[in-house]
């Protein structure tokens, strides 16, 4: 499965304690992520990402392409809820861009480890046959 991790800028820290968390159940998956997010997680926990740019530098818009392509099987995208609504737009399109194509999201730890665990006991495998 295909796990897209995205994270705000305080919220970091959480995405790489949650990675190391949940290490052994990503270790089985294709993990994708913005160039930071990417380069933070894989220094803790030594699994590979497949990083796109800095998000500022379109990164955000590189994972919104996958997302919206249906080559996303769950997203995570642990967001800081007193961001400024204006760089909050990327957000508002991912969630759409998952609800138009079925992709399971997390936007808090809390629904991320439900996902996580949702994942290792194969309730998201209907994801490989809805994206083929």
């Given at each position: 499965?295909?796990?897209?991790?995205?994270?705000?800028?305080?919220?970091?820290?959480?995405?790489?304690?949650?990675?190391?968390?949940?290490?052994?159940?990503?270790?089985?998956?294709?993990?994708?992520?913005?160039?930071?997010?990417?380069?933070?997680?894989?220094?803790?926990?030594?699994?590979?990402?497949?990083?796109?740019?800095?998000?500022?530098?379109?990164?955000?818009?590189?994972?919104?392409?996958?997302?919206?392509?249906?080559?996303?099987?769950?997203?995570?995208?642990?967001?800081?809820?007193?961001?400024?609504?204006?760089?909050?737009?990327?957000f508002i399109e991912?969630?759409?861009?998952?609800?138009?194509?079925?992709?399971?999201?997390?936007?808090?730890?809390?629904?991320?480890?439900?996902?996580?665990?949702?994942?290792?006991?194969?309730?998201?495998?209907?994801?490989?046959?809805?994206?083929?």
């Amino acid at each position: 499965m295909n796990i897209a991790l995205i994270a705000h800028d305080n919220k970091k820290k959480l995405m790489q304690n949650f990675c190391i968390a949940y290490r052994p159940i990503l270790s089985k998956h294709q993990i994708y992520a913005t160039d930071t997010t990417g380069r933070l997680v894989e220094d803790v926990t030594g699994l590979r990402v497949h990083r796109a740019l800095a998000g500022h530098l379109g990164g955000d818009r590189q994972l919104s392409a996958q997302i919206n392509g249906n080559e996303m099987d769950v997203v995570i995208f642990l967001r800081d809820p007193q961001q400024d609504p204006q760089r909050d737009q990327s957000f508002i399109e991912i969630v759409k861009m998952c609800d138009n194509n079925n992709i399971p999201v997390a936007t808090n730890v809390a629904t991320a480890e439900a996902l996580i665990m949702a994942l290792e006991r194969g309730d998201l495998d209907w994801r490989t046959l809805y994206r083929s």
